[in-house]
């Protein structure tokens, strides 16, 4: 499949892109004529990425003439994967605002003069793309996922309609649009989510918010200058956004190369099991960095006065962590380990019942702390962890796992706190 490349499609705000390693322009012809503009080239942690300016550098296109098929062909022909659209639009809802970010789940086509398909003869037969999910269920989850990673709020769904422009909307029109049941509004996506579905390259619209189009008659009516003066505050979160998503893809692969240092021992500690075996991962220097480098980079910017490890392993990790947090570290162990007074939590087993113990000095009130094991299975031993925390009124920022087993559904039994894993194993793997 060759190596990873993912496309950029940058609307109004985003004609320059300055988050490349070494990029380059160059000028390239496709079979519908030339793209808006040079794509431009380069890498962001690895990942090829290559960038096309809707509106052309100098924004010297209308949204009609815009050439959405040598646009998605370039991109296609490029080998990019997956491509990503940013775009201005208006609100049609009272509750999505003036700078917030929209995750586009579905469209309403409103144009009339736009080239919409590539095919235009059926000569090897018909072909019927199917829309029903026009947006990459892959892509929006990513975008949504590195919006609350920096803490950006987001919609994680809403109905985009495209109009042909250049001209903004009539009230009358706006006001029809939110009887269809749109939520956004803009003169971009429609063509080249439905071009990008017959090309088969999963796709996703980020869409800013800058204005209420013309349908709140207690503010003012959409004006080009304010779209240019929101998307100028909004640029640097669109691609804060942008490069977390495409460093994303990148974790993948790091996340592929952990797992395959991961032993697995099948019949332990007891007959059907298969125990995930972390240590052939701490002992290799390379993988153990790497691990610790993808939890500092997670939390370098949270809030944090200790991290809590629990016993055995969760203690190693919890260590090199606090250690390149610059925090505290708690210790969570079995009854009869910790010398001074303690706390326990009892939690239920398969066959019987545990407990887990903490320093009643371990903990002041209000601190935050980061609980870390290396693996969550049932979730109880983490979630008694967690009810130690608080019993000390200490505040659980999260629960971080370096290995997750799905099936056995212990994210369900810490719905309650946020929630992270770097790696997950299923029963068939």
């Avoid at 869409?207 to 009516?221: F, I, L, N, P």
């Avoid at 505290?328 to 066959?351: C, F, H, M, Q």
Wanted: negative net charge; aromatic residues 8%; hydrophobic residues 40%.
């Amino acid at each position: 499949m060759g190596k990873l490349k993912i496309g950029v499609i940058g609307g109004s705000g985003l004609e320059t892109l300055d988050i490349f390693e070494n990029p380059t322009q160059r000028e390239v012809d496709t079979p519908f004529g030339k793209p808006s503009s040079p794509i431009v080239s380069g890498k962001i942690n690895g990942i090829e990425v290559m960038f096309i300016s809707r509106f052309g550098f100098k924004h010297e296109i209308p949204p009609t003439q815009v050439n959405n098929k040598a646009n998605i062909f370039a991109l296609k022909y490029e080998g990019c994967r997956y491509i990503i659209a940013t775009t201005a639009v208006g609100s049609l809802r009272e509750d999505i605002k003036r700078g917030d970010f929209v995750v586009v789940d579905d469209f309403i086509d409103f144009t009339c003069r736009r080239d919409l398909t590539f095919f235009e003869k059926f000569e090897f037969g018909a072909m019927h793309t199917l829309m029903v999910n026009p947006f990459s269920d892959e892509l929006r989850k990513k975008l949504i996922e590195s919006c609350s990673e920096l803490k950006i709020p987001v919609c994680k769904k809403g109905t985009i309609i495209t109009i042909e422009g250049p001209r903004f909307s009539t009230r009358a029109e706006s006001n029809l649009f939110r009887q269809w049941g749109a939520d956004i509004i803009n003169m971009a996506t429609s063509p080249e989510a439905i071009l990008a579905n017959e090309a088969e390259i999963p796709f996703a619209t980020i869409a800013a918010v800058t204005d209420y189009d013309c349908w709140k008659e207690d503010e003012e009516s959409v004006t080009w200058e304010m779209i240019k003066q929101i998307m100028k505050d909004n640029t640097e979160k669109l691609k804060q956004i942008l490069l977390k998503t495409i460093d994303s893809f990148s974790r993948e692969e790091e996340i592929k190369k952990l797992k395959e240092k991961v032993r697995s021992v099948p019949n332990f500690p007891m007959q059907g099991i298969i125990f995930r075996d972390i240590t052939t991962l701490l002992k290799d220097k390379e993988a153990l960095k790497k691990l610790i480098d993808i939890l500092y980079d997670r939390y370098k910017d949270f809030q944090i006065d200790a991290v809590a490890g629990i016993e055995s392993r969760g203690f190693v990790l919890a260590g090199m962590l606090a250690g390149r947090l610059g925090t505290g570290l708690v210790l969570i162990r079995k009854p009869g380990k910790l010398p001074a007074e303690t706390i326990s939590e009892s939690y239920n087993l398969k066959y019987g019942v545990d407990s887990v113990e903490i320093h009643k000095d371990a903990i002041s009130p209000n601190q935050k702390i980061l609980l870390v094991d290396d693996l969550i299975a049932t979730g109880g031993t983490a979630l008694a962890s967690c009810s130690l925390i608080e019993k000390l009124q200490g505040e659980v920022v999260e629960c971080c796992f370096a290995m997750e087993l799905p099936e056995l559904k212990g994210r369900e039994k810490l719905a309650k706190y946020p929630f992270f894993s770097v790696m997950k194993f299923n029963e068939s793997e």
